[in-house]
T-cell receptor
Framework: DTAVSQTPKYLVTQMGNDKSIKCEQN?????MYWYKQDSKKFLKIMFS???????INETVPNRFSPKSPDKAHLNLHINSLELGDSAVYFC?????????????????FGQGTRLTVV | AQTVTQSQPEMSVQEAETVTLSCTYD???????LFWYKQPPSRQMILVIR??????QNATENRFSVNFQKAAKSFSLKISDSQLGDAAMYFC???????????FGTGTRLQVTL
C-alpha cells in the first residue's frame, strides 16, 4: 500500500494552461505539505496544512492554490503556467510535532510529479 | 531563519568503504529534529535516519549512523560498508520542534564505485 500517493507522475503542458496535482495519504497524519524541487535539486517548502488549515505559505505566487478537502488529501492547482514553474513537486505528510512530548515527526514523501511547461 | 548547509556537492566512495557526508545548520531553537533523506534516481525521497536534538546519543540505523554535535551545530552522516545501492543524492534537513516544515540543505551527490 502506497503511504503518500500523488498523481500524475509526469505532466507536460503549455504555457498559460491550468493544471492540478492530487495527493492522498493513508498514514493518518494531520499535516500535509507541498515542496518544490528545482532543476538544481533544491527542495523548498511551498505550503503546509494542518487539519485542513493552511499554516505555511512560503511566498508562493497566487497562481498556486492548494486545497485540502480533508486531512488525507491536499491538492495543488496551478493557474496560467509559466516556464519557470517547471520542476518536480512533492507532496508529503507527517504528524505535527506540537503538543505533549515528542512524536514521530518525519515526513513521508510521495513519488513526485515532474511538471514540464513548454 | 534556520539554514542548512551541505558543503560537499559531490562525494565518491568505493564499495565496502566508509564515507561521511557533512551537514551544518543554524538555529536559535533548542527543540528541533534533524534528518537525512536519500533520493535515488527514481526521485523518491527516502528517510535514512532521524535525530532529536534533546537526545545526546547519536542515532544509528544499520550501516548508517550520525555524528550529532549540538554545540557545533553539526550533523554528519556516516555510511559504512558502502553498497552500489547507496548511490543517490543525500539531503540533510532540519525541523524546529513546533514547526510544520523541513528546511533542506542543497544536497550531496554520492557515487559508489567498484
Amino acid at each position: 500500500d502506497t503511504a503518500v500517493s500523488q498523481t500524475p507522475k509526469y505532466l507536460v503542458t503549455q504555457m498559460g494552461n491550468d493544471k492540478s496535482i492530487k495527493c492522498e495519504q493513508n498514514l493518518g497524519h494531520d499535516t500535509m505539505y507541498w515542496y518544490k524541487q528545482d532543476s538544481k535539486k533544491f527542495l523548498k517548502i511551498m505550503f503546509s496544512y494542518n487539519n485542513k488549515e493552511l499554516i505555511i505559505n512560503e511566498t508562493v505566487p497566487n497562481r498556486f492554490s492548494p486545497k485540502s478537502p480533508d486531512k488525507a488529501h491536499l491538492n495543488l492547482h496551478i493557474n496560467s503556467l509559466e516556464l519557470g514553474d517547471s520542476a518536480v513537486y512533492f507532496c508529503a505528510s507527517s504528524q505535527h510535532p506540537g503538543g505533549e512530548g515528542y512524536k514521530n515527526t518525519e515526513a513521508f514523501f510521495g513519488q513526485g510529479t515532474r511538471l514540464t511547461v513548454v | 531563519a534556520q539554514t542548512v548547509t551541505q558543503s560537499q556537492p559531490e562525494m565518491s566512495v568505493q564499495e565496502a568503504e566508509t564515507v561521511t557526508l557533512s551537514c551544518t545548520y543554524d538555529t536559535s531553537e533548542s527543540d528541533y529534529y534533524l534528518f537525512w533523506y536519500k533520493q535515488p534516481p527514481s526521485r523518491q525521497m527516502i528517510l535514512v535516519i532521524r535525530q532529536e536534538a534533546y537526545k545526546q546519543q547519536n542515532a544509528t540505523e544499520n550501516r548508517f549512523s550520525v555524528n550529532f554535535q549540538k554545540a557545533a551545530k553539526s550533523f554528519s552522516l556516516k555510511i559504512s560498508d558502502s553498497q552500489l545501492g547507496d548511490a543517490a543524492m543525500y539531503f540533510c534537513a532540519y525541523m524546529a520542534g513546533t514547526a510544520s516544515k523541513l528546511t533542506f540543505g542543497t544536497g550531496t551527490r554520492l557515487q559508489v564505485t567498484l
